[in-house]
């Protein structure tokens, strides 16, 4: 049996939530706080989906147009529903998948929870110190 490295076995535990009715200014800081570039909106209810906001959203959905950072909310300028890679995946097919769905970054998930995020940096580094 071939042994391949897991998707969750490279991602990052920095998975940080906020509500998608916060301001950018809310995101802004949490983002700040905990030094991560990415936050999950959280579900309204059970029939809701999760989105993301990023930082480049941020940049263009905010900054670009020259909006303040309190007159927009997070639900105006994420992406919902999120686009989610399985936590068993196995880690050679990440790049190929987040390029072809257009996704810098992307939370992990398993059996229907998110368990971490992962971006191109995460996957860039595993494969470097396995040369």
């Known amino acids: ?18 509500d998608g009715l916060d301001s950018v200014r809310d995101a802004v800081k949490l983002m700040k706080e905990k030094n991560v570039q990415a936050l999950i909106i959280q579900k309204r209810n059970s029939a809701d989906a999760n ?35 399985s936590a068993h995946l196995n880690v050679k097919y990440v790049p190929r998948l987040m390029h072809n769905y257009k996704v810098r970054i992307a939370p992990v998930e398993d059996n229907g929870k998110f368990v971490g995020i992962i ?7 595993n494969e470097l110190l396995h040369d």
């Open 1 to 18: 049996m071939e042994t391949f490295i897991k998707v969750k076995d490279i991602a990052s535990d920095k998975l940080y939530f906020i």
């Open 51 to 85: 989105g993301i906001i990023t930082v480049n959203d941020i940049i263009e959905g905010v900054i670009i147009p020259e909006k303040t950072l309190d007159e927009v909310s997070v639900y105006e300028i994420m992406t919902k529903p999120v686009f989610s890679i």
């Open 119 to 125: 971006d191109f940096t995460q996957f860039l580094f």
